[in-house]
């Protein structure tokens, strides 16, 4: 699951990324590869392809000047063969029909890979929600909730947080649902712990991709004690990689934010970074560091690269500037089709998306059995679990790239859709 304050990439790279591919498309793109290799038949390749349903709705909100605006919000529901449908919600500018069509299906392929059993939604609002107040915010989240609610229900689909979305955005959307249909906690996740969310779903998706970074340095070989890791995006899923990753003795030497980002090659205080970003809203300017641009950033020598903010960061345009031996995506697709070929042939290791950052709703559905059972598990439960998922699925993604002798990502778009395939026939979907 993404992160909910990402900041928005460098925009040369995003217009870049924007000019080779739209989200969808490439999303697709990567469907179609998968469904090649697994020969996947014509009936099927046309309903995994597309979209169950797809909601467009006005989100008119009251603004603090008093005037009205309108917004548009969306849910996508891309397949439910294997559960519920599931996905965050995101308010950002760029956050229109392709982009949430493109991150629903990759719902889909995400929890059929890490076997959670959920289908694949998402949703958005089309917002600049850091420009929102907090009461601007409140009254869109109800909005958006009551207009999309009939969609919703804890068998049915049950949205999450993600890009400029939190644990207290979905506090108000189990509110705003609970005031019409009664006290309903599993009717979202990634909420606060008072109000049923699951401890250590704040730390999920960042741990989960420390999880996979490890498994994929012992599997290729490749040391992580001394590595030098560069993190783009220090909103949640980034801070906690870059807390994390030191437990395995990675040395974080860059990180950037919506602002700019700082290096220190020989080291970064994260503990310290911290503080600076929470006392000035940003990691720029902290000190003993230097000043990084984020498309400098991707470009450094180290070892391990973490984009965790935006998609398509890493594009044609820049991927052959890429040195990291191991690229772990974070983010949902910073890696654009083109770029995935071009960083295979050069030999880096990229982690995709659909495994590398599925703790996010890993931990979701463990807050989702949780509610349902009304019964808390510990964190140590929580990890241990989430462990076992993660470990799990980087064993099936890795095995399934040697035997067949394929890229990462492409073993693991080919074992989400063989699954969902399967689920689909069984229930008859296609009789």
């Given at each position: 699951?993404?992160?909910?304050?990402?900041?928005?990439?460098?925009?040369?790279a995003?217009?870049?990324?924007?000019?080779?591919?739209?989200?969808?498309?490439?999303?697709?793109l990567?469907?179609?590869?998968?469904?090649?290799?697994i020969?996947?038949?014509?009936?099927?390749?046309?309903?995994?392809?597309?979209?169950?349903?797809?909601?467009?709705?006005?989100?008119?909100?009251?603004?603090?000047?008093?005037?009205?605006?309108?917004?548009?919000?969306?849910?996508?529901?891309?397949?439910?063969?294997?559960?519920?449908?599931k996905?965050?919600?995101?308010?950002?500018?760029?956050?229109?029909?392709d982009?949430?069509?493109?991150?629903?299906?990759?719902?889909?392929?995400?929890?059929?890979?890490?076997?959670?059993?959920?289908?694949?939604?998402?949703?958005?609002?089309?917002?600049?929600?850091?420009?929102?107040?907090?009461g601007?915010?409140?009254?869109?989240t109800?909005?958006?909730?009551?207009?999309?609610?009939?969609?919703?229900?804890?068998?049915?689909?049950?949205?999450?947080?993600?890009?400029?979305?939190?644990?207290?955005?979905?506090?108000?959307?189990?509110?705003?649902?609970?005031?019409?249909?009664?006290?309903?906690?599993?009717?979202?996740?990634?909420?606060?712990?008072?109000?049923?969310?699951?401890?250590?779903?704040?730390?999920?998706?960042?741990?989960?991709?420390?999880?996979?970074?490890?498994?994929?340095?012992?599997?290729?070989?490749?040391?992580?004690?001394?590595?030098?890791?560069?993190?783009?995006?220090?909103?949640?899923?980034?801070?906690?990689?870059?807390?994390?990753?030191?437990?395995?003795?990675?040395?974080?030497?860059?990180?950037?934010?919506?602002?700019?980002?700082?290096?220190?090659?020989?080291?970064?205080?994260?503990?310290?970074?911290?503080?600076?970003?929470?006392?000035?809203?940003?990691?720029?300017?902290?000190?003993?560091?230097?000043?990084?641009?984020?498309?400098?950033?991707?470009?450094?020598?180290?070892?391990?690269?973490?984009?965790?903010?935006?998609?398509?960061?890493?594009?044609?345009?820049?991927?052959?500037?890429?040195?990291?031996?191991?690229?772990?995506?974070a983010?949902?697709?910073?890696?654009?089709?083109?770029?995935?070929?071009?960083?295979?042939?050069?030999?880096?290791?990229?982690?995709?998306?659909?495994?590398?950052n599925?703790?996010?709703?890993?931990v979701?559905?463990?807050?989702?059995?949780?509610?349902?059972?009304?019964?808390?598990?510990?964190?140590?439960?929580?990890?241990?679990?989430?462990?076992?998922?993660?470990?799990?699925?980087?064993?099936?993604?890795?095995?399934?790239?040697t035997?067949?002798?394929?890229?990462?990502?492409?073993?693991?778009?080919?074992?989400?859709?063989?699954?969902?395939?399967?689920?689909?026939?069984?229930?008859?979907?296609?009789s």
């Amino acid at each position: 699951m993404a992160d909910p304050s990402a900041p928005v990439a460098d925009p040369r790279a995003r217009q870049a990324g924007s000019a080779e591919t739209n989200p969808y498309q490439a999303v697709t793109l990567f469907f179609d590869r998968a469904a090649d290799h697994i020969d996947l038949g014509d009936e099927m390749r046309e309903i995994l392809r597309t979209s169950y349903r797809e909601l467009t709705v006005q989100v008119p909100v009251r603004m603090d000047d008093g005037r009205l605006e309108v917004f548009t919000g969306y849910r996508v529901q891309h397949n439910a063969a294997r559960g519920p449908y599931k996905g965050g919600i995101r308010y950002h500018p760029d956050a229109d029909i392709d982009e949430v069509r493109a991150l629903a299906a990759l719902m889909t392929w995400k929890t059929a890979l890490i076997d959670v059993p959920f289908g694949g939604a998402k949703g958005g609002v089309q917002c600049d929600a850091r420009e929102m107040s907090l009461g601007e915010r409140q009254r869109l989240t109800r909005r958006f909730t009551n207009t999309i609610s009939y969609l919703l229900g804890i068998n049915r689909d049950i949205p999450a947080p993600d890009v400029n979305t939190d644990a207290q955005t979905m506090a108000w959307m189990m509110d705003a649902y609970s005031a019409r249909y009664g006290y309903t906690p599993a009717i979202v996740t990634g909420k606060p712990v008072e109000l049923g969310g699951s401890l250590g779903r704040e730390a999920a998706t960042g741990r989960g991709c420390v999880y996979c970074l490890a498994e994929a340095a012992r599997d290729y070989g490749i040391e992580l004690a001394g590595a030098t890791v560069a993190v783009q995006g220090f909103g949640n899923v980034g801070s906690w990689f870059a807390r994390l990753a030191p437990e395995l003795g990675c040395r974080i030497v860059a990180v950037s934010d919506v602002r700019g980002g700082v290096l220190r090659r020989d080291g970064l205080d994260v503990g310290a970074l911290l503080e600076h970003e929470r006392e000035t809203g940003s990691v720029v300017d902290a000190p003993d560091t230097e000043p990084i641009s984020n498309e400098d950033l991707l470009e450094l020598d180290v070892d391990v690269l973490v984009p965790a903010a935006l998609d398509r960061v890493i594009h044609s345009g820049n991927a052959d500037r890429i040195r990291a031996r191991i690229v772990v995506e974070a983010a949902n697709h910073p890696v654009t089709p083109g770029a995935d070929e071009v960083l295979h042939a050069a030999g880096v290791v990229v982690i995709p998306d659909i495994l590398a950052n599925a703790g996010g709703v890993t931990v979701s559905y463990f807050e989702w059995v949780q509610n349902i059972q009304q019964f808390r598990w510990d964190e140590e439960q929580v990890n241990t679990e989430l462990a076992k998922r993660m470990r799990a699925g980087w064993a099936t993604t890795y095995g399934r790239a040697t035997a067949d002798e394929i890229p990462l990502r492409l073993a693991a778009f080919s074992i989400a859709v063989e699954r969902v395939e399967r689920a689909d026939k069984l229930r008859g979907y296609a009789s």
